[in-house]
């Protein structure tokens, strides 16, 4: 599977707020960007929903080459349609953390309504058999939710982390942090391909925690199953 040729993609939003959300359900969300990352090539692709607005923000000749290189690689979200028609023509795997679930949905909406008008061609994967959710194959075959942050720390290494917590990020691009919250949806691109990968490795035993009920437990993993 690994040698397959995969793209990642991950949303985050700009509800600063809960109340009245729910995770399963794409109503009220709004999406502030989203990345994809080809991890066959390493090309990298950043979305907001508008480019030009975001690059008056920065004074771009002062910018590290990393940060000139997102703006290089920025797109508006009525940009992401034909880019991801690209990449289904070219047989690519649309894969996901909990995607099924929250980014898909969500994507599939209007950009009107806080999506980002990808509902034809994510149906389009889908219809191929051409999706996957980390997440999802992980709770099929464990029954464990597990978090990325534990992923990252229990199967690349403990050094690794992400770069902010998920409920941080709205409250970063309302305060116009916005390179911050791009690196970092771009970053669970890269994690959660790293963790793909060498989850696909047969016989590769991995010690994970999570919590469950307030509490913290470990587990072993092997070829996605808990060892007994």
Aim: glycine content about 4%; overall charge positive; aromatic content about 16%.
């Amino acid at each position: 599977m690994v040698n397959m040729k995969y793209i990642y993609i991950d949303i985050e939003t700009k509800n600063k707020f809960l109340s009245g959300l729910d995770f399963k359900k794409p109503d009220g969300w709004e999406i502030s960007c989203f990345c994809i990352y080809n991890s066959y090539t390493g090309d990298k692709y950043y979305f907001v929903n508008n480019k030009d607005k975001i690059l008056l923000q920065y004074d771009l000749k002062t910018l590290s080459p990393v940060k000139s290189n997102i703006f290089d690689n920025l797109y508006n979200f009525t940009d992401a349609y034909d880019i991801l028609n690209n990449f289904y023509k070219e047989g690519y795997i649309l894969n996901s953390f909990n995607g099924l679930d929250f980014d898909y949905p969500i994507l599939s909406k209007s950009i009107r309504e806080g999506g980002a008008n990808l509902q034809e061609i994510i149906y389009l994967f889908e219809l191929d058999n051409r999706t996957k959710d980390l997440f999802f194959d992980l709770n099929i075959h464990t029954k464990i939710n597990f978090s990325l942050q534990n992923l990252i720390k229990g199967v690349i290494g403990n050094k690794y982390s992400k770069t902010m917590k998920s409920n941080a990020a709205p409250h970063q691009w309302a305060k116009k942090k916005y390179l911050e919250v791009l690196m970092y949806c771009m970053l669970d691109c890269i994690y959660t391909s790293e963790v793909f990968n060498r989850l696909e490795i047969p016989n590769i035993q991995y010690s994970i925690n999570y919590k469950r009920y307030g509490k913290i437990y470990t587990c072993n993993i092997k070829n996605y199953e808990v060892l007994k």
